[in-house]
């Protein structure tokens, strides 16, 4: 394979990730999780679906246009259309990759695509040679790769690497892959396939089995030198192979691996919960590296054996992968360019002054209620400052008595198009009371899919974060709120919900066959 001195992370949070039901990130949100990317130091950021949308394209044209120290990739399925449309959105970029797909396992080809296998290489030929009329970089996955015939796949990657792809991906769709086996169809490919040596070979792996990342790992152990992972492995059904724990596995197992990653660790927890904070989607408190209870030990001998020498228990020291670097930040004597500054630091920048000015107005009330201002509190308050400024709905007061033996009883005040209206409703408990009232006023005809609450940062005085749900119509989106009183965070999720699903905005998905 051409010389890499490193493997190559190729983060997909932004197109793959994107794709988990309701996780739909704005422009600006996109922007700054690819900064923190950036900092990461991610070989390469597919920033997202050029053809799928205006909005889609809009992304990843900005991200294109600010992000110096990765590539910066667009998805386009083996069409004509799709390639061109990622040319234009990734031009910018210094160094931009195009994408390029076919399906090439027998049920994919015969159902989906209803081509015939001579027909599938003609289509993948002429799609990477229409992308390297482009870019000089190119990469061509083998859609549903684990399901498909391995002769089928030496004969499609040898035509694609003779066309001009200089990276060829192998992924895992659907999560069907055992590491053994994946490991050694890597193997093989690489052994068999007459050109491999001018393609790095990369593996895009699916947690349908809870084997996205063990199976990347194999891959890496047979020859591949490119992972596609996520953030937290966000993505859609299970997720995908998670960037922090493919990335601190072979840092940590330097022992079995022959080469390692680029990344800057230091970032990754920042990044967790930066992508957590926009998406909606928490991070559980056992999740490998990034969860709140990863380097914490309950038991009395594992305590007494990490402080007697801490590798006795621990393989990775919290600090590494950016642990403990968020202390106290700022507080309520904190001045605008204080605030300013270290929101800069995070990646935040604010489009007018007006969402910076809303911003410190939101920081100096909350440091009223809270002692500590943390990363956390300012990415939350970042989030919800431009959430809560658009939307057909919004939250002016509201009002909730719950007490033993009696109904619990909410009354709100909320803003639609423009007018004042007071709402009153009871329910089963608080959240339920305040749910209805809203309910009772928008009559959504949504289905609540999920309710989930989570904290911010430690302590009782805590921001609670929640995610609500909601599905109408096909449309799934999440709508997140934050404030240290659950009950008004419950209803500012909801609300932003509605804005949400009334806004009419519907993404396409990737694979979608009408884009």
Known sequence: MPATDHLVIFDTTLRDGEQSPGATMTKAEKLRIAKILEKLRVDVIEAGFAIASQGDFEAVKGIAESIKGSTICSLARALDKDIDRAAEAIRPAERGRIHTFIATSPIHMKHKLQM?????????????????SHVDD???SCEDAGRSDLDFLCRIIEAAINAGATTINIPDTVGYAIPEQFGETIRQLLNRVPNADKAIFSVHC???LGLAVANSLAAVSSGARQVECTINGLGERAGNASLEELVMAVRTRQDLYTIDTRIDTHHIVPASRLVSTITGFPVQPNKAIVGANAFAHESGIHQDG?????ETYEIMRAEDVGWHTNSLVLGKHSGRNAFRSRLLELGIQFETETELNEAFTRFKALADLKHEIFDEDLQAIASHTRQEEEGR?????MQVCSETGVVPKASLTLLMDGKEHKVDAEGSGPVDATFKAIESLVDSGCNLQLYSVNNITSGTDAQGEVTVRLERGGRIVNGVGADTDIIIASAKAYIEALNLITSGGVRQHPQGADV
Do not use: C, M
């Not at 015939?116 to 390297?132: F, G, I, M, T």
């Not at 990490?306 to 801490?310: E, I, N």
């Not at 709905?393 to 007061?397: K, Q």
């Open 393 to 397: 709905y919004g939250l002016v007061t």
């Open 138 to 140: 190119v990469e061509f």
């Open 116 to 132: 015939q296998p001579d027909e599938v290489v003609e289509q993948a030929v002429r799609s990477v040679k229409r992308a390297r």
């Open 306 to 310: 990490v402080l007697k020498h801490r």
């Open 206 to 208: 699916h947690n349908d």
